[in-house]
């Protein structure tokens, strides 16, 4: 909560939100969000604040959500790390020109499929959302847990929004695969890079942990619960050393910590306004990740929504805060 709250003051955002998971348990460890309010006199504050944004609120996730179709496309065995790809900077697909956010400087030119990861390029996740095709990507999606309420123990919870996938053609299949059409909440996001710290397995996540008589004697205890086995061990295990890699030398590096192996992503994703159209100059600066590598304990995801001040990028804003809190 003082990180989010300094996060408040020097990037000025509609709101700030942060979210840590247990990812062998599924049990959340924390969830905060700004502006809050004081329990205590709760009526002296809108309702709007009341709630636990992390679980409530859904949005657009941007390049986080890149690792489930990066975790997919190395499942079916169609990403090589050195097979080599040229971006241009924009694709044009259905009439739509989907930009990469290099396209100012014309795009990343020649590199391999694993810098085009590290650099978070999206005609490179487009290229393998196509390989994958709408039923296989899709099917991987609501796997990882997307399109549903995880069943949490608490009101409210988001289900987000996903395409079916008799409704997508090129152009939601281009999107999809990069992070942008789509709507999900902070928890699914830190349940799926769960599964890919844990070994591939999706959990239930959960608030309580136990119930306790007065006298202490707990009388309800929680276990953890799998629902469904997502990936490999394998591709977890790869995905992982990926994402290493991310915060060593390539788009997280803001969230790189001395004597800890990290593990993470960085998103930036445009805002949707009332009318469904993207709000120009607006987003939400995210980051994922967790640690340590070899044995993990913290899932973590941040996101900034609306910064008014400071860079707009989520590997300038959020992975910082990441760093700080983790």
């Known amino acids: 909560e003082r990180e989010l709250s300094k996060a408040m003051m020097e990037y000025s955002p509609v709101r700030v939100m942060a979210l840590a998971v247990h990812p062998k348990t599924g049990e959340i460890l924390a969830a905060a969000s700004k502006p809050d309010f004081n329990p205590n006199n709760y009526n002296d504050y809108d309702k709007d604040t009341w709630r636990i944004f992390p679980i409530t609120d859904t949005f657009e996730p941007g390049s986080t959500f890149k690792l489930v179709t990066l975790s997919a496309a190395i499942e079916e065995n169609l990403y090589r790390e050195e097979e080599g790809f040229f971006c241009s900077g924009a694709v044009t697909i259905a009439g739509h020109t989907i930009r990469c956010w290099t396209s100012d400087r014309g795009g990343h030119g020649s590199i391999d499929f694993l810098e085009a990861v590290l650099g978070s390029c999206n005609p490179a996740f487009m290229a393998l959302g196509e390989r994958l095709g709408p039923e296989k990507l899709f099917n991987y999606i609501k796997a990882f847990g997307y399109g549903v309420r995880s ?3 608490y009101p409210g919870e988001g289900a987000g929004l996903i395409f079916r996938t008799e409704d997508v053609g090129p152009l939601e299949l281009a999107t999809t695969s990069f992070g942008q059409g789509i709507s999900v909440t902070p928890l699914q996001q830190v349940m799926a890079v769960s599964a890919i710290a844990n070994g591939g397995y999706l959990l239930q996540p959960y608030l309580v942990k136990e ?9 309800q205890k929680r276990a953890p619960k799998i629902i469904r086995q997502v990936i490999s061990g394998k591709t977890s295990q790869r995905v992982s050393l990926i994402m290493e890699q991310v915060v060593e ?18 998103g930036t994703a445009q805002k949707v306004g009332p009318g469904g159209a993207y709000l120009g100059g607006e987003y939400i600066l995210s980051f994922i990740g967790f640690a340590p590598i070899e044995d993990p304990q913290v899932v973590l995801y941040i996101a900034v929504d609306g910064a008014k001040r400071g860079p707009q990028w989520g590997s300038q804003v959020s992975a910082p805060l990441f760093r700080n809190i983790m």
């Open 151 to 153: 069943g949490l123990d």
């Open 249 to 266: 030398v390539g788009s997280g590096s803001n969230a790189f910590i001395e004597g800890y192996r990290i593990a993470g992503k960085t």
């Open 211 to 219: 119930i306790r008589e007065p006298e202490g004697e707990a009388i």
